[in-house]
């Protein structure tokens, strides 16, 4: 038997023993070592849905992990009993058009950690389709590997930018998401990186990991303050990782004539309004984001390289123990820590 936290209802989270799950011949069972607290988390853990997603059933949270591989199935070759793995969390249906293309992440049947009614890793054992555990190189912590899956969305947003070296770049929100995209804009070549938020501590944060304008929507208007630091230009590329309506108005307002732009934050409700023609006016690309594909070795690489520091955006350690804790603390809007880490 094994321990699972589960949330039971919004803001009420049990521990339960339950079995041990047995790897199918293609699975491995892996020995949960770290995990991210996300956002979605947290919005699980208050409002018991997001979008279409509802609890239905006490579900089990966590989908940023790491861990050890402890048994394997018959049929598999690419890990190894003791390999510290990092564990992508969507294994998508591999046949519809999408996983056909490269684009899996938009398969319709994904089955991803911690979406109703997908159980996630805040539990001490999990099985895993191996084709999707990324085993970490010696020089990583469980704590990085657990951070391979918020990085990996920073590394697709700048793909579906398709950011070149050289280019400018403005990301809109400095939270986990915005951070890990403005440090895989630069891993990538970005010359000149600005970023907004509304909180201090995370503009400081930006500015240590290379940012080089940090603008606080709250003192600046920023749309304005970014094209007086471009002479009027604009940027290349606009990330808003943010999910706010003004945000996501002001990307078209502050990328450049011809450049990208990549929506990432998603809102509670998104029916924004937009300035459409002064989209179609500038000829802009504006790219959707949903999770990310073929991201894991990329970003392992990176950060094993030191090229991309996610270990820094840790502020924060809670053990298993203190999960019900970890999720309060932050539910309760205590934005003091950058990324927390469950230790299990
Ligand atoms: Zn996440
Ligand atoms: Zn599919």
């Known amino acids: 038997m094994m321990r699972a936290a589960f949330l039971m209802k919004t803001r009420e989270v049990a521990f339960k023993e339950i079995p041990i799950p047995e790897p199918e011949d293609d699975e491995a069972l892996v020995k949960i070592q770290s995990v991210g607290i996300c956002g979605s988390d947290i919005h699980y853990y208050?409002?018991?849905?997001?979008?279409?997603?509802?609890?239905e059933k006490p579900l089990i949270l966590g989908h940023e992990s790491a861990g050890e591989v402890v048994h394997v199935g018959k049929k598999v070759r690419n890990v190894r009993v003791g390999d510290r793995v990092a564990m992508e969390p969507g294994i998508p249906c591999r046949r519809c058009f999408y996983c056909r293309t490269g684009n899996y992440n938009l398969c319709k049947?994904?089955?991803?950690?911690?979406?109703?009614?997908?159980?996630?890793?805040?539990?001490?054992?999990?099985?895993?389709?191996?084709?999707?555990?990324?085993p970490l190189p010696e020089n990583m912590s469980y704590d990085e590997g657990?951070?391979?899956?918020?990085?990996?969305?920073?590394?697709?947003?700048?793909?579906?930018?398709?950011l070149r070296p050289g280019d400018s770049v403005t990301v809109l929100g400095a939270g986990p998401i915005g951070l890990v995209t403005l440090q895989a804009a630069k891993a990538m070549g970005a010359s000149r990186i600005i970023v907004s938020d509304i909180y201090p501590k995370r503009l400081d944060f930006a500015m240590k990991l290379g940012a080089h304008h940090a603008l606080n929507a709250k003192e600046v208007e920023v749309v304005q303050a970014v094209l007086d630091l471009t002479g009027g230009f604009g940027t290349d590329v606009v990330f808003e990782a943010a999910g706010s309506e003004q945000t996501t108005r002001a990307s078209v307002k502050i990328v450049r004539n011809g450049g990208s732009i990549v929506w990432t934050g998603m809102a509670a409700k998104g029916d924004f309004v937009i300035p459409v023609s002064e989209a179609i006016a500038k000829e802009v690309r504006i790219s959707g984001q949903f999770r990310y594909a073929n991201t894991y070795p990329m970003a392992i690489q990176l950060v094993s390289q030191g090229r991309i520091d996610v270990k820094s955006m840790i502020t924060k350690i809670f053990s298993f123990d203190e999960i019900a804790q970890a999720l309060e603390n932050w539910a309760r809007g205590n934005l003091d820590h950058i990324k927390a880490i469950v230790r299990m």
């Open 109 to 134: 049947d994904v089955v991803f950690f911690a979406t109703p009614p997908v159980n996630g890793t805040f539990c001490e054992y999990v099985t895993h389709p191996t084709d999707y555990l990324f």
């Open 46 to 55: 208050m409002h018991g849905r997001i979008g279409s997603f509802v609890i």
């Open 146 to 162: 657990a951070m391979i899956e918020p990085l990996s969305v920073g590394l697709y947003a700048c793909k579906l930018a398709n």
